[in-house]
């Protein structure tokens, strides 16, 4: 069960640094702030979600080794 959550972190953190390169071209561009501000709302998301899947990875890889 943990290789399913590390495999599901590991995605979102490649969507995280995907998000986050989006976001530093749209500025670098003088895009739009509005469009700047939902990549960053998508950023932190992603970034809860990415943490919430580590965590559960961590616990099920203690709870089958224990």
Do not use: D, H, P, W
């Not at 290789?3 to 995280?16: G, P, Q, Y």
């Not at 580590?54 to 089958?64: F, G, H, K, N, T």
């Amino acid at each position: 069960m943990s290789t399913a959550f590390n495999i599901l972190a590991v995605l979102v953190m490649i969507a995280v640094v995907f998000v986050l390169i989006r976001g530093l071209i749209n500025m670098m561009r003088g895009g739009s702030g509005n469009t700047s501000n939902k990549l960053m709302q998508a950023r932190v998301v992603l970034q809860f979600v990415a943490i919430v899947l580590i965590v559960l990875a961590m616990y099920y890889a203690r709870s089958e080794g224990g």
